[in-house]
């Protein structure tokens, strides 16, 4: 029944066009950066090796595949999350406004069930959505720059990664960017079952993600209490992997507070949804 | 007695030629310049290794060519660090007799092996260095260790250990001593968003060492090899 009613859903997402304003974003912002990149990365280059460029001779292909993917994602990963909401936060209270959640209702599925289903169906998309990402910049950008060895440019230097060192980050980091993603469309999800219209639970969930990175960007030790707690402060986890060497404890405090968030907004959508009266 | 009066002749002309080479340290960068010379062209592979303040890399194995006289080529697609003043310019430094004048300094013992401390001046002031000191192996006739400040780059150290190509003044090791500039970048650009502290790096000079093994010398380039591949 579980299986069905995600089903359901998925084909509810499927038939809305606002669905693929996402993936249709994600494509032009990619090739717009694809291009920019291809005409002028040079520039990006010397940003990054300008520092050094008095005393250091950099040889070998800086600019290619695989620095293309890191920049796409360090660009994209802060704007995917408004992205995911644009579709998640429109899941229950989308209903809610066209009337059809008193329909949905009536079927012989529990409550627990539709909600269940509509978070594995906003999960899928999310994963679709990641995974147009991640085809984007790391397939497309190697194919259109080639391989080679990964520099990443941090705050306290640079780090190399040599080629064949770089694939298993890029898959790790995508997961755990997928974890991130999936919490906020778990907070769309759940802010959707307090609203009648679609566009409230949005722009709340984009109001909270702008909030919260704006209190973690703040070097402001008035927040330092509550930074390690604020889901924002986790969703760049994913570079966590492209240091050297890996912070496990690091990556596996930012995986439990993600999931930490997911359980505790799950528990508060399924109280609130089980409890809903429905009046539309 | 004959014999005796000439092996003394001989001596006496032998130790009056070293004397004047000590002495005068252009004769002795000549010299140096005649074995460097040697090798009109040499492929060799190489491991960099980078050991810098604000740098993380691992070692690198890659093909380094050299053709005289200032063709130069690390042929890598890995990302391979090296200093500026790398390894055309102590050539062009020893090779140039006409733009710096060489000034003995003093005589100095690296590593026990007795070495000749050698200034060199640039005659102008248009000259990007600012001045090269070399310490020079007297017996071998190769460059030991040397300090080249520039206006541009600042000063690198480079220290040469010598094994089997001693004959053609090649090293089989350079070790690179580089000052390196405090590193400051935005965070925004780093996208660092939620590192609120950064480490503390103390110092600010670092090394690169460079292994060469494999030597082909003299065996013929072409000169496409040295062509940028667009």
Same mark, same amino acid.
């Given at each position: 029944m579980l299986f069905k009613s995600t089903y359901n859903e998925l084909l509810k997402i499927a038939f809305k066009p606002r669905s693929y304003i996402g993936i249709a974003g994600i494509i032009l912002i990619i090739s717009i950066i694809l291009f920019a990149m291809k005409v002028d990365g040079s520039f990006y280059i010397s940003l990054i090796t300008g520092q050094f460029d008095q005393s250091l001779l950099f040889e070998g292909e800086i600019l290619n595949g695989n620095l293309i993917a890191y920049i796409i994602i360090q660009m994209l990963i802060i704007h995917v999350p408004l992205l995911i909401a644009f579709v998640t936060g429109d899941l229950v209270s989308g209903e809610s406004a066209m009337g059809t959640i008193r329909l949905l209702l009536t079927k012989p599925v529990s409550r627990s069930t539709i909600l269940w289903s509509k978070f594995f169906a906003s999960c899928i998309y999310t994963l679709i959505v990641m995974l147009c990402l991640a085809f984007m910049s790391f397939v497309l950008g190697k194919l259109i720059f080639g391989q080679g060895d990964l520099m990443v440019l941090k705050s306290d230097g640079l780090i190399v990664f040599q080629e064949g060192d770089i694939t298993w980050r890029f898959f790790y980091g995508f *997961?755990? *960017?997928?974890?991130?993603? +999936?919490? +906020? *469309?778990?907070?769309?999800?759940?802010?959707s079952c307090f609203s009648e219209n679609s566009i409230g639970p949005i722009v709340a969930?984009?109001?909270? =993600?702008?909030?919260?990175? =704006? =209190?973690?960007?703040?070097? +402001?030790?008035?927040?330092? +209490? =509550? %930074?390690?707690?604020?889901?924002?402060?986790?969703?760049? *986890?994913? %570079?966590?992997?492209?240091?050297?060497?890996?912070n496990t404890t690091n990556i596996f405090y930012s995986i439990t507070i993600l999931v930490a968030h997911i359980g505790v907004l799950l528990a508060i959508a399924f109280y609130k949804f089980n409890k809903k009266d429905i009046l539309s | 007695m004959i014999h005796i009066k000439v092996i003394f002749i001989l001596l006496v002309l032998f130790l009056s030629n070293t004397n004047v080479i000590a002495q005068n340290p252009r004769a002795m960068l000549n010299q140096v310049q005649i074995k460097i010379n040697k090798a009109n062209n040499y492929k060799a592979d190489i491991n960099i290794k980078v050991d810098l303040p604000y740098i993380t890399m691992m070692p690198i194995d890659t093909k380094l060519y050299f053709k005289q006289k200032d063709k130069f080529k690390i042929d890598t697609k890995s990302i391979a660090i090296l200093p500026k003043q790398g390894f055309l310019q102590l050539n062009m430094l020893v090779n140039d007799t006409v733009n710096y004048t060489a000034i003995f300094q003093s005589k100095e013992t690296i590593n026990r092996i007795k070495t000749s401390l050698i200034n060199l001046i640039p005659n102008n002031d248009t000259s990007d260095v600012v001045l090269a000191k070399l310490w020079v192996d007297a017996t071998n006739l190769v460059i030991v260790k040397s300090q080249v400040t520039t206006k541009s780059s600042g000063t690198v150290k480079t220290e040469y250990t010598y094994g089997a190509q001693l004959a053609f003044g090649l090293p089989d090791c350079i070790k690179f001593i580089v000052d390196i500039k405090k590193f400051k970048i935005p965070k925004a650009l780093a996208a660092d968003i939620n590192t609120s502290k950064s480490k503390k790096v103390e110092k600010n000079t670092g090394e690169i060492i460079v292994v060469l093994k494999n030597y082909e010398i003299n065996k013929g380039i072409t000169d496409s090899v040295f062509e940028k591949v667009k």
């Open positions: *997961a755990i *960017a997928f974890l991130s993603l +999936v919490t +906020v *469309a778990t907070l769309a999800l759940t802010l969930t984009m109001g909270i =993600i702008l909030l919260f990175t =704006i =209190i973690g960007s703040m070097d +402001v030790p008035v927040f330092d +209490v =509550i %930074r390690p707690f604020l889901f924002t402060t986790h969703m760049a *986890a994913w %570079r966590y992997f492209f240091d050297d060497p890996l | -």
